[in-house]
């Protein structure tokens, strides 16, 4: 297999055979499976071939036979996890490295791990490593390059194998199925070559783990199934949960995947390389065409358009925090939903930059920023099914001519929902709301139709066409009323609620209408805080449960309450207050003084 991610080794090892320039020891460094001891083999029969020198090993001679048989006298291999004492050292190579290969140009010393010799055999080795015999060469394979001492890397040419992409993984995999007459889905390949983390050799155990238990037909689910892997469209479908708000889908995902035997730490694992990707996909996604298939990179670039990229490195913290507790909690299932759930949660919360955005475009009067929500049906899940959604709200529809006269329909009473909904309100009217004390604005008005009463089946009614139906005369009793303990207990959002006009009110459910131009104030409105405290104080007012619900209609013109003036407080004598205060007064009278004129 010729892998493009040692394309850099192959070219340099090629260079140095044709133009004879070949170093005394090599030093190859990577992760298990990447192919170091393959190389070296390889390395060796350039070397040793009946045509030696030669980039092309011909590998049907004697000397190529041997060498891949791994009995040749010229190529010695061995582990030095098995002989980490100075005496194997001294014997295997110090001690016979003066003698010339009986057959090719090179003998050839292989040592794999060499990372865990001793001191004492890095010490004895040394002198050998500095100055070899001209027609030895040494080779040494580690994966744990920082174990091994400065003094023998510096006498080495370093080479530092990656790991091999999953693309070529998958596909060294299905030839190697048909070699053997074996049927691999190309899912299942890249469920294999993904679990095997870069490395070909582990890849390859697991296929020969399969078709002992699946026979020659192997699918992406007996993957799963037995290597305890999710799917990548699992992961997705997660996060795709996560995005949308979706915290009872999230949380029976993970539930399924449990009573499936999944490996819930794994399936984290997987969940944050997924939002590595997204975050890669955003920035650099040309750096992912190495592992990913074109249909995977356009998934994640379509999701990674719907979410911040700061808001992926919370997540990717929240999670890496969540998957160090899983390693050593008995209850692996508790913390992933509590991550999940905490993730949800910083997904709604404004961060700072966004806030800060808000109040510079508020304070310069310009327009808005806002934050991108898409709005995705949740799925029916038996967790969420009990899930309501917000009722998405179009522009208002232009008013060609007068409406005709209508009755207004009775509205319908809608418990609140019972999660919160896949939408969330605003950054805008989030900030807005916080400094609505300072920041007051008047809606503009439109021409004055009469408002017209519409009920439907979610806290925000659609905008209406103007018609010509007065306020009820409950809503006209009780606007004052609101207004007023508004203005009271919550002056911040006062301005926000005399934006719209109390209608209606009847059967348990207040309306209240906005004009068109003020859908930030009815947003405002919306939010659960805020509807919370308005159904509260209706329901103090009218002496029964009453429910919030908003509309934006077209035409509605809004008359503001007059304000009460305040009174201006008497001016008080500095000097008097002075002399009242109780402090003072005790002073004197225990000094027995008196305070004189100035």
């Known amino acids: 297999m010729r892998s493009s991610a040692q394309a850099h080794i192959v070219t340099t090892l090629k260079n140095a055979i044709a133009q004879n320039r070949l170093a005394q020891a090599y030093l190859f460094v990577g992760p298990r499976g990447t192919g170091k001891t393959s190389t ?35 190529v010695l291999e061995f582990d030095a996890a098995s002989n980490t004492q100075v005496d194997k050292i001294r014997e295997i190579i110090i001690d016979n490295v003066k003698y010339a290969p009986t057959r090719g140009n090179y003998k050839l010393y292989i040592v794999d791990e060499v990372h865990m010799l001793s001191n004492s055999s890095f010490n004895a080795l040394l002198k050998t490593l500095e100055e070899p015999p001209p027609h030895v060469k040494f080779v040494f394979a580690t994966t744990d390059v920082q174990k091994v001492p400065t003094t023998i890397i510096s006498r080495c040419q370093r080479f530092d194998l990656r790991r091999i992409p999953t693309p070529e993984i998958a596909q060294h995999l299905l030839f190697i199925a048909g070699k053997e007459a074996i049927e691999l889905t190309p899912t299942a390949a890249e469920s294999i070559a993904r679990g095997a983390e870069g490395g070909l050799r582990d890849a390859e155990s697991m296929l020969d ?14 993957v799963l199934n037995i290597f305890g892997f999710t799917a990548r469209q699992t992961v997705a479908e997660l996060c795709e949960h996560l995005i949308n708000g979706h915290t009872g889908a999230a949380l029976g995902a993970i539930q399924k995947q449990s009573d499936a035997g999944k490996d819930l730490s794994r399936l984290m694992a997987d969940l944050i390389e997924h939002l590595r990707n997204l975050l890669v996909a955003q920035s650099a ?29 919370n997540l990717i913290e929240q999670f890496a925090d969540a998957e160090s507790r899983m390693k050593w909690a008995a209850n692996k299932k508790m913390h992933f939903e509590i991550a999940a759930i905490r993730a949800v949660q910083t997904l709604g919360q404004a961060s700072l930059t966004e806030v800060l955005d808000t109040l510079t475009a ?22 969420a099914a009990v899930a309501e959604k917000k009722t998405e709200r179009p522009k208002p529809a232009p008013v060609s001519s007068p409406a005709p006269v209508a009755e207004p329909a009775a509205p319908v009473s809608v418990p609140a929902p019972a999660e919160a909904p896949a939408s969330r309100p605003s950054l805008s009217a989030f900030v807005a709301a916080s400094i609505g004390g300072s920041e007051k604005k008047t809606p503009a008005a439109a021409p004055k139709p009469d408002p017209k009463v519409s009920a439907e089946p979610a806290h925000k009614v659609e905008a209406k066409p103007a018609a010509t139906v007065a306020p009820s005369a409950n809503a006209q009793e009780l606007w004052p009323q609101l207004v007023t303990r508004v203005r009271k207990d919550r002056p911040l959002i006062s301005d926000w609620v005399e934006s719209g006009q109390l209608t209606d009110v009847s059967s348990g459910v207040a309306l209240l209408s906005f004009p068109p131009s003020a859908d930030l104030a009815r947003d405002t409105c919306e939010r659960p805080n805020n509807r919370g405290f308005l159904e509260k104080l209706l329901t103090e007012l009218t002496g029964a449960p009453v429910t919030l ?14 304000r009460e003036e305040a009174k201006p407080e008497p001016k008080v004598d500095p000097m008097e207050a002075f002399k009242n205060d109780p402090l003072i007064q005790k002073a004197l009278a225990e000094f027995k003084a008196e305070i004189l004129p100035a």
């Open 40 to 74: 070296a083999r390889i390395f060796a029969k350039a070397l040793n071939c009946v045509h030696a020198p030669t980039t092309n090993p011909c590998g049907v001679c004697d000397m190529c036979k041997e060498i891949a048989a791994g009995n040749s006298l010229n």
């Open 209 to 222: 783990q399969l078709v002992a238990f699946c026979g020659d037909k192997i699918d992406e689910q007996n």
């Open 285 to 313: 996604p040309e750096t992912l065409h190495e592992d990913l298939s074109a249909e995977a990179i356009a998934e994640l670039t379509a999701q990674a358009g719907r979410i911040a990229a700061d808001k992926l490195l």
């Open 362 to 383: 508020i304070r310069g009067g310009g327009a808005m920023p806002e934050r991108p929500v898409k709005k995705v049906e949740a799925p029916k899940t038996p967790v």
């Open 549 to 562: 619900k908003t509309e934006t209609r077209a035409g509605l013109v809004v008359e503001k309450l007059a």
